[in-house]
């Protein structure tokens, strides 16, 4: 059954912490490049960062020095870690594959509130 599912979002005063997580069934996961992503109320979905199956990792320039993109292949699983947050990344953050091997169906996401 090809799924996606994330988790660990919640409400953060700016300059906090989150770290999320998406589990993906290895149809998905296995071997493929994954990202996640995000989409802001009244915005297009975005990229937000992406990891290679060996690692190799990329960012938008936006969130580049203060998340980090990991990713545990034996659990098809994949993380993202936030810092630094700030009202701007407020919004439903989804993972799936890289946009260069083509995403599958969206899962529900996982809605993130920076806020005071």
């Known amino acids: 059954q090809v799924q996606l599912v994330e988790s660990g979002g919640g409400l953060v005063q700016p300059g906090g912490s989150l770290r999320l997580f998406c589990v993906a069934s290895e149809t998905i996961f296995s071997r493929s490049a994954m990202a996640w992503y995000r989409q802001a109320p009244g915005k297009e979905r975005e990229f937000v960062a992406g990891?290679?199956?060996?690692?190799?990792?990329s960012y938008a320039d936006s969130v580049k020095g203060r998340f980090t993109i990991s990713r545990d292949n034996a659990k098809n699983t994949m993380y993202l870690q936030m810092n630094s947050l700030e009202p701007e990344d407020t919004a439903v953050y989804y993972c799936?594959?890289?946009?260069?091997?083509?995403?599958?169906?969206w899962g529900q996401g996982t809605q993130i509130t920076v806020s005071s």
């Open positions: 799936n594959r890289h946009p260069g091997w083509g995403v599958v169906s």
């Open positions: 990891i290679q199956w060996g690692g190799t990792t």
